[in-house]
């Protein structure tokens, strides 16, 4: 059993930068770890998901070469560096986490473990 508990949303001006962090509880090795968000009226979408062993990553489109996911296994957590940040980036963002093997191909229902959201908004 995996929990995942996000922090560090929050309100930025457009340009700004924000940092989100998702603790593991009870994590284990051989696990995909990814970022959705979901906008008002809109379905989660993928942000970026990174693959374990070898740590692989991918990006949605829109974000590429501005947001970075990382992780860091001493501590169980993985993280997502938001730079240049863009009023339409405004959105719950919610941490996931899968045990499959296809992770950077996976989608939003691959993911069987979800934290529970935190916002974050840009201003223009």
């Known amino acids: 059993q995996v929990q995942l508990v996000e922090s560090g949303g929050g309100s930025v001006q457009a340009g700004g930068s924000l940092r989100l962090s998702c603790a593991a509880f009870?994590?284990?090795?051989?696990?995909?770890m990814g970022w959705f968000r979901q906008a008002p009226g809109k379905e989660h979408a993928v942000v970026a998901k990174i693959a374990d062993g070898g740590g692989s990553t991918v990006y949605a489109e829109s974000v590429k070469g501005r947001f970075t996911i990382s992780k860091e296994n001493a501590k169980n957590t993985f993280d997502l560096q938001m730079n240049s940040l863009k009023p339409e980036d405004t959105a719950m963002y919610y941490c996931?986490?899968?045990?499959?093997?296809?992770?950077?191909?996976?989608?939003?229902?691959?993911?069987?473990?979800w934290g529970q959201g935190t916002q974050v908004t840009v201003s223009s």
């Open positions: 009870g994590y284990t090795s051989n696990t995909c």
């Open positions: 996931a986490a899968a045990y499959i093997s296809y992770c950077l191909a996976a989608g939003r229902w691959d993911f069987g473990y």
